[in-house]
Nanobody, 116 residues
Framework: QVQLVESGGGLVQPGGSLRLSCAAS????????MGWYRQAPGKQRELVAL???????NYGDFVKGRFTISKDNARNTMYLQMNSLKPEDTAVYYC??????????WGQGTQVTVSS
């Protein structure tokens, strides 16, 4: 059983930056597409960013060039660099491994709060 562990969340002021990390307990990045999702209170979970095993990336429309997803296959770690954060980015951010459209593994989530 592979475990995904997120870190890097916290409280940041509007306009600030955070970098989230997702560490996988196994070598899965060459097998699965990896993604970041988020869920705000009272809202559905939504895709933030996706990176395929081959390195192709895709982002939610709301990202608009502010976030960058990346991964280090050798370290079994995925990252989400978030810049120009807005209060509406406040949510729990989850790491995900998927095969096609099927989610295989989820992390436990890390809270991101954007507030002055």
């Amino acid at each position: 059983q592979v475990q995904l562990v997120e870190s890097g969340g916290g409280l940041v002021q509007p306009g600030g930056s955070l970098r989230l990390s997702c560490a996988a307990s196994g070598n899965i990045f060459r097998t699965y597409a990896m993604g970041w999702y988020r869920q705000a209170p009272g809202k559905q979970r939504e895709l933030v960013a996706l990176i395929t095993s081959g390195g192709y990336t895709n982002y939610g429309d709301f990202v608009k060039g502010r976030f960058t997803i990346s991964k280090d296959n050798a370290r079994n770690t995925m990252y989400l660099q978030m810049n120009s954060l807005k209060p509406e980015d406040t949510a729990v951010y989850y790491c995900n491994a998927r095969s096609g459209t099927i989610s295989i593994y989820w992390g436990q989530g890390t809270q991101v709060t954007v507030s002055s």
